[in-house]
């Protein structure tokens, strides 16, 4: 549909027959309004963003083409405006301002609505946040339109989005509910968003102390139910819920934000809904609540002030509420003072500051706008006065050229000038508007009203309208007014179905002429009135919606209507249908609309259901009845909704509008569109109303919710088209030229006059009626108070009644006497008819004079009886539904059915179990159990018979192990038999088996005690099967007993009546609680309500009565063996224990008086009735028992539940935190591999720019040396960048001060660089005798350095934020570390508690009640440390404890026989340490004799004396060998002293001659000296250079020798120290 509507659209375009132009858009701004400079604000409106000039007030207009637009933003250094559209998958448009051009056009991937645009105050940045259903933040940049960053937050609606106007990387997003603070951190090209939720205070201003809800430190301990958990843990959470889970009582409602605002210290001051005000710091993001300074007068009502805006000032905020007050906050550290700054007629809600902070834009909740300027002077200048509601109807004032009215739901009426939009006048009705139209034949205006009124208003002077008139014509509110073409007469259609007739003249008093009864759901009405014609053509359109039709009525009025009203319409005013020629239609399809053309031969139609233009022919023939048309032509437009048509003021064009928000203007004639404009969109429900002027320039489009109207003029008209329009607007005027100068004239003396027209409909009723009328003539008349507004129908009415009864008073009063004779004549015939026989007798009915009106109330209360009698039915049928799910529920599914058994005189009641019937999964469970119980029980006996189980290992002899057998053999008896106690129950006194049971101290796995919880339920069925069984017992014997005792009553009644005694015999019988199936049946007793009976069947029911008695007297015959059978039986019921335990003992009847009213007596008897309670609550704990085990089961159960889901939340827990921890390591290396590669360009970088330089003298080492010192001098030099100046009254208006980090800024800083080096590039700027072409190549050297050098200061800006980045996301994976080292430590912890609590188990344990008496009274309550284990242990340990014993009474017998060998013992060992002592003294003596090598080697060795031989013999040959060698080498240096005695003779030689050269030299060193003197110090400055430069060299050289030394030094040093430790004796102590 939307593609097929734009080809249209260009299709149109592109034939260029005819188009329309936006002139003007008046609307006003529901959503914030913003400055886009100092002097200009913008607001949304509808399919418009209007601009409106602060100054001169002018209006400028950007249209959405895509629809309604959506929420707006404004960047002020940029100028530039972004808007959002509304279709599915929106767009941001940017538009730089006050070009209007699109910027550019960002695409996001959100499917329906953005809800927040934010621009920052420095940079290119753009926020933005949508609504369902991804709750998406994003961060653009709108330059480049690419997503920086953005992220999800699911569910969260938030209100108020801004970025801190000191630092575009953060953003704080409020919402009713919280404060988020985000930070984007930006890595190179990479951007990340960080959030910081800000923890709000309590309602009452105090501050919440929030636990760690996933590491609670603080939980108690309980030693006897087990670990005590985290209420997620309890409430089985496992996932990230279980994170933030709170239980309700824990919830606690916080301070509700409404408004926000940054300060220049990145502080945030926010205003909550309960009129506190907040500081969030900045830095650590702390919340503090300011306290307010209280110093209003106590009877100031405004003392709470709850700020719908915030705007930060210096020294405070300004705030605003909804009393209509702008507030000043002074702020002085935690304190506040609050001062009246504004006060402005209307709620404000929102302000905003100019952006040189000079103005103060206020906003009102109706959506005026005011300008407060600061000053000297301050001034309030309002911009806008906005309307009371969106516009409800809108026309154009004759001749639709200069003025145009609107109309409000409130009744507020405007009047805009047609040139530029402004509002000329306005006139409040304080009414409840419906619609407005405005007469073609006089400066006058109608207003339909809900009510049901019509206002009519002087428009002759638009400066100043006035109501002149008011007629109210029903009580019906007034939903259509339509003048016909001519201006003649006003139609009103209302909602009850009445079309009145209103002469349109302002010299007529506007007369209602009558009205025309039609259905009430009018949709539309249609007139043709033409110039040559004497009548005029009115077309109703109605809907059948109980037929799915429309239907059509058409009626004619002639031109001469207000002489002749009276005889066209009847006495009520009801116009008769034959004399206006009102015939009917119906077309089988609904229609939304419908317009008769001007030739009254066609009707053309709007489908409602299907996209559909049709025109239908009409019969050119009159008919009776209803006429049903056929569609004749049928095109189908391109609008969908249910759409209106209206015809142009020349019947030429076909105007179509719909929900889509598109125009069309058609030919009438062959219904094709030659314009289209879309001034609306759907989303504000398309378009409401469209009229247009008398020649066809203008139309009026207003909306129908967006509030806007849209003022369209052609841009290209056929020629064709428009000369139609003209002429017919020429003919139409002068024919109505001398109409129009009469009726202004009558409205200009008129307004003039200082009295005003009076109504003929507005008066009051004050005349008394004078008739002589009768009782029946009063109640035919409306009892109307005399001062009540009565409407013309009804004052119609009432004239027409009064003269019926004026007319026909004798004739009534005949009848009405005729009607009593007649009354007392059928009296009189009814009395007879009493009186006669059955035969004759008449029915009631048949005395009746109007048979018909008898019939029909006849078959009214017949149908009134099925009704009645069907809605019981179902009323019945409801509750017997109900009551058979009861039934089924609570009866028949019951196995055994709940009954109680009563004692005779005793007040007790025993009741039995109710039971139902096992399932089969239950059985399938319990068989499941028992077979898994058997094959246990059978495994345990192999193993035994296998393995021989021996509880202690003794050291006895063979004699005692008989003993111990036989104490074993007795221990596995007790075991077998074990009391009641240690089962903790007493099943087995009631004949159950319990042996499958397991023990209660080997209950630690899950599946264990599930299969314990079956069994037990197996034991307590039971348990109840064996009572119930007891229970029917008894029942049966009551039964017996009863049976017997009725038996005897009737021998005892026998004897009291033959001794005339009146005595009452006792009859027992069956309590409804003993036969509860008596509830189920009802009684012919319990029926309140007296049954009917026919005749036939009472006499039937009688004879049945005495045949079933005489049948029972018959059948009874001698039962005397029953009656001996009861004499036997003794008469009394004997009561067993266990009934006893089901008894209900009524408390006495005196308990409900005070204790101090009760007698001895009573009081005896209340101690005995406490006696009883006590006694059977006792036997009944023993039933108890078995429940009791299954709840402790299932409590350890539940705990166990609770410790696995604790145990799988922090399990995923450390899988979502080591997900985390991985993404974090992958966000550190490639934030490492991105730092690295961003180093390696900077330092590329910033060696390439010390290469240029470096590089610098050899560029132009061809030119002299003094011009390159020249060059570089200028090559280092720099352009001066002025500082902008901030005047000083703006530095201290602007709280801000000069935003940083501003790219426009840098942009701006890097422009005026480049400027000044194209000044210092100048040609004037060359040094002297430089050539030109080394200038161009000098300056464009110094430009390439200057640019590489700004390229190194953003590369340096970037490094430093990259590795602050770096250092963030190293901080973040050590915090996650040490979170999954704080899960793996809770997880050992739990898993130690669930080890501690499988092992410590809750076991029951009967004891015996009663008192124990105690020697002294030394108890201990505490017995945490206590442990509780089976008796065989202690049994087996004190067997050991014997045993033991034993032994050691052994080992005393021995240690007596070896006692006598100690002493001899110890004698021996101090003669043995004697010896040892000596024996050490001699070895230390040996150690310490000095024994050297040779010593040592001579002793070793055994053939010492040749060892020696052998070394003498090889130090000679070495002594000879050396000899040898040194006569050789002095042989050699003789030879080579020789060879330098000859060497020296020549270097003399060569010296002599090098010093006659040397005396040359120096001669011509001295001449140079002189000649240097002369040339100056620069060659002694190079030559001193020099020297230092040599002698530095000459430094470094030593330095390393020395060092080269220092090493070989240390390297001999360790040598000697290890040949001196090789050589060094080393004798140990031994």
């Not at 309550?1421 to 052994?1450: F, M, W």
Request: proline share 4%; charged share 30%; with cysteine.
């Amino acid at each position: 549909m939307a593609q097929s509507r734009e080809l249209e659209e260009r299709h149109l375009a592109n034939t260029g027959s005819a188009s329309l132009s936006v002139r003007w858009v008046q609307g006003f701004p529901k959503q914030d309004v913003h400055f886009v400079n100092d002097s200009t604000i913008c607001y949304p409106s509808g399919n418009f963003v209007i601009f409106i000039n602060i100054e001169t007030k002018k209006k400028t207009v950007l249209q959405c083409m895509n629809g309604i637009v959506g929420v707006v933003a404004t960047n002020i250094p940029y100028e530039v405006v972004a808007f959002s559209d509304r279709k599915l998958k929106p767009l941001i448009y940017v538009y730089s301002f006050p070009e209007l051009t699109r910027r550019t056009k960002l695409k996001g991937n959100v499917l329906l609505d953005y809800t927040l645009l934010s621009f920052s105050y420095c940079g290119t940045y753009l926020a933005s946040y949508s609504s369902l259903p991804e709750f998406e933040f994003a961060v653009w940049n709108w330059e480049s339109s690419v997503i920086l960053c953005k992220k999800s937050q699911l569910g969260v609606d938030v209100s108020q989005m801004t970025f801190n106007p000191m630092n575009w990387h953060q953003l704080c997003l409020s919402s009713p509910s919280s404060v988020t603070v985000w930070t984007v951190e930006r890595s190179n090209e990479e951007h990340y968003l960080k959030a910081k939720s800000i923890k709000l205070p309590m309602e009452d201003g105090s501050i919440f102390d929030e636990k760690d809800l996933i590491f609670p430190s603080s939980l108690p301990k309980d030693l006897i139910y087990g670990p005590v958990l985290p209420m997620s843990a309890i409430a089985g959470l496992v996932g990230k819920e279980a994170e933030t889970f709170r239980p309700k009582d824990d919830l606690y409602p916080l301070l509700h934000p409404t408004m926000h605002c940054w300060t220049p210290t990145n502080d945030l001051y926010v205003g909550c809904e309960e009129g506190h005000l907040l500081v969030i710091n900045g830095e650590n993001w702390k919340v503090t609540i300011l306290n307010k300074i209280e110093d209003r007068l106590p009877m100031d009502e405004r003392n709470f002030i709850s700020p719908a805006t915030l705007v930060y000032q210096k020294g405070g905020v300004l705030a605003s509420g909804i009393d209509g007050f702008v507030y000043s906050f002074i702020i002085k550290d935690s304190y506040y003072k609050v001062e009246d700054f504004l006060q402005v007629e209307e709620p404000v809600e929102h302000l905003m500051f100019s952006p040189n902070y000079k103005s103060l834009l206020i906003q009102t909740d109706k959506g005026s706008v005011y300008i407060y300027t600061f000053g000297e002077e301050p001034t309030l200048n309002k911009i806008l006065e906005a309307c009371d509601g969106k516009f409800q109807s809108v026309d154009f004032i004759t001749p639709g050229n200069k003025h145009c009215m609107t109309l409000t739901h409130s009744g507020e009426v405007c009047i805009w000038s047609m040139e530029d939009g402004a509002c000329v006048s306005r006139i409040y009705l304080k009414i409840s508007a419906t619609v407005l139209a405005c007469s073609p034949s006089s400066f006058s205006a109608a207003v339909g009203t809900v009510g049901g009124s019509v206002h009519y208003l002087d428009l002759w002077d638009t400066k100043s309208p006035q109501a002149i008139h008011k007629a109210f014509v029903s009580e019906s509110s007034v939903q259509h007014l339509l003048y016909d073409q001519r201006g003649m007469y006003l139609l009103v259609g209302t909602s009850e179905g009445y079309i009145f007739v209103i002469n349109a003249n302002p010299s007529s008093m506007f007369q209602i002429l009558g009205f025309v009864e039609v259905d009430k759901d009018i949709l539309q009405i249609s007139t043709v009135s033409l110039l040559d014609s004497d009548i005029v053509k009115v077309m109703v359109l109605s809907s059948l919606p109980q037929t799915g039709r429309s239907k059509l009525q058409i009626f004619t009025l002639p031109k001469i209507l207000p002489q002749v009203s009276t005889s066209i319409a009847d006495q009520r005013g009801r116009m008769i249908d034959e004399i206006i020629h009102k015939f009917l239609y119906e077309i089988e399809h609904p229609l939304s609309s419908a317009v008769l053309d001007f030739k009254s031969k066609r009707v053309y139609g709007f489908c409602k259901e299907v996209p559909y233009i049709c025109s239908y022919l009409l019969p050119e023939q009159g008919h009776s009845g209803i006429c049903i048309l056929k569609p004749h032509q049928k095109v189908q437009c391109k609008h969908y909704g249910p759409g209106m048509l209206s015809l142009s003021p020349h019947g030429s064009w076909l105007l179509s509008r719909a929900k889509c928000g598109t125009l069309c203007i058609r030919d009438i004639n062959t219904l094709e569109t030659f314009v289209s404009c879309r001034s609306h969109s759907h989303q504000g429900h398309g378009i409401q109303s469209v009229r247009i002027s008398l020649d066809g320039q203008n139309i009026l489009v207003n909306g129908r919710e967006d509030g806007t109207l849209v003022y369209l003029r052609w841009r290209r008209l056929g020629g064709i088209l428009s000369t139609e329009t003209l002429n017919y607007c020429q003919q139409l005027l002068t024919i109505m030229s001398n109409t129009m100068a009469e009726e202004n004239n009558y409205l200009s003396m008129a307004q003039s006059d200082s009295s005003s027209l009076v109504s003929v409909s507005e008066h009051t009723i004050n005349e008394n009626v004078s008739l002589s009328i009768d009782s029946s003539q009063e109640a035919l008349l409306l009892q109307v108070d005399n001062t009540k507004e009565i409407p013309w129908i009804q004052q119609k009415n009432q004239e027409a009644l009064r003269m019926e009864i004026k007319l026909f008073s004798n004739k009534r009063r005949e009848i009405k006497t005729g009607m009593k004779e007649l009354a007392k004549t059928v009296l009189n015939m009814m009395e007879e008819n009493e009186t006669v026989d059955n035969i004759a007798k008449l029915e009631q009915r048949e005395f009746g004079l109007d048979l018909e009106e008898l019939e029909r109330l006849h078959d009214e209360s017949e149908e009134e009886i099925e009704k009645i009698k069907k809605d019981v039915e179902m009323h019945n049928l409801a509750k017997r539904y109900l009551a058979e799910l009861i039934k089924e529920e609570c009866w028949n599914s019951m196995a055994v059915k709940g009954r109680a058994l009563k004692c005779f005189h005793i007040p007790c009641v025993v009741e039995n179990f109710p039971m139902k019937e096992r399932t089969d999964e239950e059985l399938k469970k319990l068989k499941r159990v028992l077979q898994q119980k058997k094959i246990e029980t059978e495994c345990l006996k192999l193993r035994k018979e296998i393995v021989e189980f021996q509880p202690t290992k003794t050291l006895v002899k063979k004699h005692h192990e008989e003993d111990d057998e036989e104490e074993e053999d007795d221990v596995a008896v007790k075991d077998t038999n074990l009391p009641n106690y240690m089962f903790g129950s007493q099943s087995t006194d009631f004949g159950i088996h319990a042996s499958l049971l397991s023990s209660q101290l080997e209950l630690h796995s899950r599946e264990e005690k599930i299969n314990q919880i079956i069994l037990l339920k197996d034991i307590i069925y039971k348990v109840k099967t064996a009572f119930n069984n007891e229970f029917d017992a008894a029942y049966k014997q009551k039964e017996f007993e009863i049976a017997r005792i009725k038996e005897r009553n009737v021998r005892i009644q026998e004897i009291i009546l033959d001794l005339e005694l009146q005595e009452p015999v006792w009859q027992p019988e069956f309590d409804d609680h003993e036969k509860p199936e008596r509830t189920l049946v009802v009684e012919n007793s319990e029926i309140a309500a007296q049954k009917y009976v026919n005749p036939w069947r009472k006499v039937k029911a009688e004879l049945t009565a005495v045949h079933i008695l005489e049948e029972g007297l018959l059948a009874r015959g001698p039962d005397t063996r029953r009656r001996a059978l009861m004499d036997m039986m003794g008469g009394v019921l004997e009561v067993k224990k266990e009934d006893i335990l089901r008894m209900v003992i009524p408390p006495p009847a005196f308990i409900a008086k005070p204790d101090a009213l009760w007698s001895e007596e009573e009081k005896k008897q209340f101690r005995d009735y406490e006696k009883k309670v006590k006694d059977l609550n006792e036997e009944r704990d023993k039933y108890r028992k078995e429940e009791l085990k299954i709840n402790n089961l299932m409590f350890s159960l539940l705990l166990d539940e609770e410790i696995n889901s604790r145990e799988t939340f922090l399990n995923n827990y450390l899988t979502r935190k080591q997900e985390e921890k991985d993404q974090t390591s992958e966000a550190i290396k490639k934030a490492r591999e991105d730092l690295d590669v961003y180093k390696e360009q900077y330092d590329n970088l910033l060696a390439e720019d010390k290469v240029l330089d470096r590089s610098f003298k050899k560029e132009f080492s061809e030119i002299p040396t003094h011009q390159v010192d020249m060059l570089y001098k200028l090559f280092k030099r720099r352009p001066r960048i002025p500082k902008p100046k901030v005047h000083s009254d703006a530095a201290s208006t602007v709280p801000f001060g000069e935003r940083p980090e501003s790219g426009k800024l840098n942009k701006d800083a890097f422009a005026q660089l480049m400027k000044g080096m194209d000044d210092m590039d100048n040609i004037n700027n060359m040094p002297e005798g430089l050539d030109p072409s080394v200038w161009e190549h000098f300056c464009m050297t110094r430009r390439v350095k200057v640019e590489n050098e700004q390229k190194v200061k953003q590369k340096a800006a970037g490094l430093v934020e990259m590795v602050a980045f770096l250092r963030r996301r190293v901080e973040e994976d050590d915090k996650v570390q040490q979170e999954i080292e704080k899960v793996f430590q809770e997880l050992i912890l739990l898993q130690e508690e669930k080890v501690k609590f499988q092992l410590n188990l809750t076991i029951q344990i009967l004891l015996k009640q009663g008192q124990v008496e105690l020697e002294n009274f030394q108890l201990f309550l505490e017995y945490s440390d206590a442990i509780l284990i089976n008796k065989h242990i202690i049994e087996d340990l004190n067997s050991v404890i014997r045993s033991q014993g034993h032994k050691k009474v052994t080992s005393m017998m021995e240690s007596k026989d070896i006692h006598k060998g100690i002493f001899q013992i110890e004698w021996e060992h101090k003669k043995m340490e004697m010896e040892m002592e000596d024996l050490n003294q001699k070895a230390w003596d040996i150690q310490m004799l000095f024994f050297s090598r040779e010593r040592q080697k001579y002793l070793s060795e055994p053939n010492y004396e040749t060892l020696i031989a052998v070394q003498i013999g090889i130090m000679e040959e070495t002594i000879a060998v050396l000899d040898k060698t040194h006569k050789k080498n002095v042989e050699n240096c003789k030879n080579l002293l020789k060879k330098l005695v000859k060497f020296g003779n020549q270097k003399d030689v060569a010296n002599y001659t090098l010093s006659c050269n040397l005396r040359e030299e120096l001669v011509a060193v001295s001449e140079r000296k002189d000649i240097c003197h002369a040339l100056g110090p620069k060659l002694t400055c190079e030559k001193i250079a020099k020297k230092r430069y040599e002698n530095m060299m000459q430094q470094q050289k030593l330095t390393n020798i020395s060092k080269e030394q220092a090493e070989q030094i240390l390297i001999l040093q360790a040598e000697v120290e290890r040949l001196r430790m090789k050589t060094f004796p080393a004798l140990v102590p031994m």
